[in-house]
């Protein structure tokens, strides 16, 4: 490891969960289209210059806002936290780190109360609170479902140059290992942390950062996806899938990729497994392994490993972007395409299927 984040002697926060994420559009009207009309995420409340979104099952105020601004941009990873006294450590906490902090007793958006903003050590802005007002959990309302209801905010996906770095400092602040990949040399290219007991509230993938990767929602089952993927084709709007649907290694989830308006990357995501017990085994995938991206399906294209949305700061300017000094995974080997090996000991072969990135 390099350039390690110091390890605080303040307590860190008790999270519970990813909770919501406010990104900037450019266009309100039509990212209304998409997330509402389009994948269907109800609408708690909205002015002309923000809509607050939320998913079936969810209880509080809201798991999306779309905020309208210049600069199509990332400007909070928000999470749940145990105790209103988590917000307190969480300050202290950041604090020390020498992060900057700034606190709101009202919240820095509707539907939330007293909150603390950071620019975390890694260049994100990630937020932590605990009073919430609670809205119409709409979990037993199947008159309003359709057939690829997006029930919860499953996770985030971050790129950061230096992925050990960041899990180091991630497993500071409470969070735990599943997932992770690496190749024979130590050099590691993802990993995949939780709060919840699921395989991920956030993930680290190695790439030139900050940036946003995306914000994931889950399904109950991956017919639910199939049918956003029917919907979209009805629209004539198949042009916003980017990669899937089909079956990750890594998670072992059924997803989709889709870019929203502004390129804000969506994963629709189902069917992980359950990781809560404190001696769930750590599942680490060779990087050569072409089955840890994709179970099976289409090549990986190389927008998915080269685009992703600017992080703002605090003051709601785009944080620098740092280059990430170590191999990539886009450089080394391309999952699903016949570059890397299905059975230890293949050797590569060409292309599969597909064409050459």
Known sequence: MTNDIPTPTATPPDILRCASMEIVVTDLARSREFYVDVLGLVVTEEDENVIYLRTFEEFIHHNLVLRQGPVAAAAAFAFRVRAPEDVDLAEAYYRELGCRTERRGDGFVKGVGDSVRVTDPLGFPYEFFHKVEHVERLAWRYDLYGPGALVRLDHFNQVTPDVP???????????????????????TYAAWLRRKGTVHDTALTGGDGPRMHHIAFATH????????CDKLGARRRSDCIERGPGRHGVSNAFYLYLRDPDGHR??????DYYTGDPDNPVVTWDVHDNQRRDWWGNPVVASWYTEASLVLDLDGDPQPVVAREAPSELAVTVGADGFSYTRAGDTAQGFTHGSPL
């Open 266 to 271: 969506v994963e629709i995501y189902t069917q």
């Open 221 to 228: 089952e991956k017919h639910n996806i199939i049918a956003i």
């Open 165 to 187: 770095r960041g899990r180091k400092y991630l497993e500071d602040l409470g969070f735990r290992v599943t997932e992770d990949i690496r190749d024979a040399d130590g050099v």
